[in-house]
């Protein structure tokens, strides 16, 4: 029996009443569940409940989580401060059909930090925030066309499900992406409207925007590439999008949904590169659904009611008091040193992880920054979307059912994220489970 089948026999004792749950899910949910990101064959884990970097299902096994909720949990899963907050808001309200002061608390807290905001407005998830980030850019340009990163995520909204995870056969040329839809269903005529440049590519991707300058709305990209792998943007090519963008007046976007969690004022604190607009999500909630842009003043004043707004936008949940409540104290227990040790304890984890490959002599590449890491398991450098496409799968899905069956949640593309009450106990489980899931290849 090979080893992913020696797993996948493990992970089947070990999971029965998950199987059950996601069986009898089926019947009512196309899959079993309403979020593609969290579905991995043969079938997923069903959890009953989650305390600091702990998960239990409904098998009772207890794994630690590495990933943490797609790395929305950066204190990790209950966390006293915010419960208890919420707890006491519950009583007074969760929802209102007027504003509530949790929200400027929040707003202050990001403003403050972010060096793109000058004004933002939030929404309940990471795709709402960059649909409008992309809307803005095109009511202020009075443009259609954007360009993206191929490989990016920004969510699932048609404009920009276009080049995410692609069949490189069917892409065309590695420095001339072809876009791709993503899904079927999108409106005709959705392709002509995305660029797609290679990530990380600062000269081949400068060619193509430089053929599309007169139409583009906005550029849009995460510092960090984050469902398909933690891949840091080099400095070199951010700072090729800010003075490209700068010069033909295109609004360059930072999705940070994801990569907020690299510094206090996100991955553009970190490079010190400044957008016209950001998108953010996940960590600023608190674990409640959550979504927020902003930017420039002159670009967010489309949005304002009191000068005749331009651009509409509405949602019965948007800054609802209890996300913004847990937002608020999740973003105060996150000070700079906080940042720094949890950035530190990762990097543990990276080096831990080259350590341990290097010794199975097995090839690895390991991306991320700050709290964020990801495995690839191919000797060559990964960079962007392409290079991943060159990974081992079957030891990656190998490693990951041996990880489920040692303890360990992670993303099943080997992709995650540690929370700040997890230490170097956690990181050597880690390291040890690796180990020996390796040992069984």
């Not at 992670?410 to 700040?420: D, H, P, Y």
């Amino acid at each position: 029996m090979s080893a992913t089948n020696s797993e996948l026999a493990r992970y089947l004792e070990l999971t029965p009443k998950s199987k059950s749950r996601w069986q009898e899910a089926s019947e009512y949910l196309p899959g079993g569940d309403s979020r593609h990101s969290i579905f991995w064959d043969p079938y997923p884990i069903f959890v009953t409940s989650a305390s600091g970097c702990h998960v239990m299902d409904t098998d009772g096994v207890d794994r630690v989580d590495f990933i943490n909720t797609m790395t929305t949990m950066i204190l990790g899963h209950a966390p006293p401060p915010v419960m208890d907050a919420v707890k006491e808001q519950l009583g007074r309200g969760v929802a209102y059909n007027a504003p509530n002061e949790h929200q400027t608390r929040l707003a202050k807290l990001l403003c403050d930090r972010i060096p793109s905001f000058d004004l933002v407005r939030f929404t309940n998830s990471g795709t709402e925030a960059t649909l409008n980030t992309i809307r803005a850019a095109r009511a202020f340009t009075g443009k259609n066309k954007f360009a993206k990163v191929e490989g990016g995520y920004h969510g699932t909204h048609d404009a920009v499900t276009v080049s995410v995870r692609v069949d490189i056969q069917k892409a065309g040329n590695a420095q001339q992406p072809t876009p791709v839809a993503a899904s079927e269903g999108l409106p005709l005529g959705i392709l002509d409207q995305v660029v797609v440049i290679p990530f990380n590519d600062t000269s081949a991707a400068r060619r193509v925007l430089e053929d599309n300058k007169t139409e583009l709305a906005a550029v849009i990209v995460e510092p960090v590439m984050g469902s398909v792998g933690m891949i840091p943007g080099t400095a070199e090519f951010l700072t090729m999008l800010r003075e490209f963008t700068q010069e033909h007046g295109i609004v360059l976007i930072f999705d940070e949904v994801i990569s907020f969690r690299v510094a206090p004022g996100g991955s553009q604190q970190y490079y010190g590169i400044t957008p016209d607009m950001t998108s953010l999500g996940k960590v600023i909630g608190g674990g409640f659904a959550v979504g927020a842009f902003g930017g420039r003043q002159d670009i967010m004043e489309l949005y304002d009611p009191t000068k005749g707004a331009k651009v509409s936008h509405a949602g019965t949940f948007n800054a609802n008091p209890v996300t913004m409540l847990a937002g608020s104290v999740t973003l105060e227990h996150l000070t700079p040193e906080v940042y720094r040790d949890l950035a530190e304890l990762t990097e543990e984890l990276r080096q831990g992880i080259r350590r341990v490959c290097s010794e199975s002599e097995v090839p690895v590449q390991v991306t991320g920054l700050g709290s964020l890491f990801g495995i690839h398991f191919t000797a060559e450098p990964v960079q962007n979307y392409r290079d991943i496409t060159t990974e081992d799968t079957q030891l990656r899905n190998q490693v990951f059912l041996g990880l489920m069956n040692e303890g360990i949640l992670i993303a099943s593309n080997l992709v995650g994220a540690l929370s700040t009450v997890m230490g170097g106990a956690e990181v050597d489980t880690f390291l040890n489970a690796f180990r020996r899931v390796l040992g069984r290849r």
